[in-house]
């Protein structure tokens, strides 16, 4: 039976005229005349919409060798394994979704890391310029801007979070993509890999030019304020790289998730959420170090190597956890 013929016969088994299921799919009553007669054939976003208005799926439709008993005996199936379907409108609603977000996501990321550069910067101006700041008014006003960038950042995360909620079973749910939906993520996501591996090159050579400040600056014997102002620098370009890495592996994953690629397991997720808190942790640690060594001991050259010398120890820390929560 070709498709033709089964778009009639399901739309008078649900006693519907052509009139009417041409205001169901948003198209003309002589484009569903044309589809009856075989003059003309639906796109694939009309067949996908069709297969949810009559309760059928996109292979009967598409597929003549699939008869009425067969397309029963897929429904009967269908019923008895209850897992969700994602249509090709809700995958392009989802990646689109996904790109809208990212530069929020983006934003955040970066807010967290460059929130303390006014704190050090601040503090290391009132140290190290005669007359410009009290050191204790000028570490108030670099602590208010460092829990104002954290706010913001949560609340922008927070914000991302709630939207993309509704399409969360992507990462840990079973389910399967109806016609066509591969094979259009195939081809978004091999666009997307032209453009994915110039940023990720840019985002690795951001991270290791970052410390080229402050090293030049040890060479040099520079004074305490310039070492300040290189950490800044650091984490400056720090934030950039995270920004372009945030933003590669977000488009990345949305793609991942609808091809089944990549998904992480019950125990990933589970390290994945201890490294997320771990880092918190660290990172707060790290920067009270450093403000106890500049503020605390005027030890700015010593509190200078805190930065690199912790993101070298982070990625240790890290891949200590990795090995116990893999066992």
Do not use: H
């Not at 249509?87 to 955040?108: G, H, M, Q």
């Not at 303390?116 to 008014?137: C, H, T």
């Not at 372009?244 to 488009?251: E, F, K, N, P, Q």
Request: hydrophobic share 50%.
């Amino acid at each position: 039976m070709i498709l033709a013929d089964k778009i009639i016969n399901e739309r008078k088994k649900n006693g519907w005229s052509q009139e009417e299921l041409a205001q169901m799919l948003s198209v003309s009553r002589q484009s569903v005349s044309k589809w009856e007669g075989a003059q003309a054939a639906p796109d694939l976003n009309k067949i996908i919409k069709m297969a949810e208005i009559f309760g059928v799926s996109t292979d009967y439709l598409l597929k003549d060798e699939i008869e009425e008993s067969d397309r029963k005996e897929e429904a009967s199936s269908d019923e008895t394994v209850n897992i969700r379907k994602v249509s090709l409108e809700e995958a392009s609603n989802y990646i689109n979704l996904i790109k809208k977000n990212t530069p929020s996501a983006v934003i955040a990321t970066m807010l967290f890391t460059v929130s303390p550069v006014v704190l050090i910067e601040l503090s290391g101006m009132a140290s190290y310029i005669e007359g410009f700041l009290p050191v204790n008014i000028a570490a108030l006003i670099g602590l208010v801007v460092l829990f104002i960038c954290l706010a913001l950042g949560v609340i922008i995360w927070i914000g991302v979070e709630a939207k993309e909620k509704e399409y969360k079973f992507l990462d840990f749910d079973e389910f399967e993509t109806l016609y066509g939906v591969d094979g259009v993520v195939k081809e978004k996501k091999k666009s997307f890999e032209n453009r994915k591996l110039p940023m990720f090159i840019t985002a690795i050579l951001l991270f290791i030019l970052s410390p080229v400040g402050i090293i030049t600056a040890g060479l040099l014997e520079a004074n305490g304020f310039v070492i300040v102002s290189m950490i800044c620098f650091l984490l400056l370009m720090v934030a950039a790289g995270v920004g372009l890495m945030i933003y590669t592996a977000r488009i990345s994953k949305s793609y991942n998730n609808l091809l089944k690629e990549e998904r992480l397991t019950p125990a990933e997720r589970k390290a994945r959420k201890i490294k997320s808190k771990l880092g918190g942790a660290y990172w707060c640690l790290i920067v009270a170090v450093f403000l106890v060594l500049g503020l605390g001991f005027d030890l700015w050259q010593t509190a200078g190597i805190i930065f690199p010398v912790a993101g070298v120890l982070y990625a240790a820390v890290i891949g200590i956890v990795k090995i116990f929560t893999e066992k």
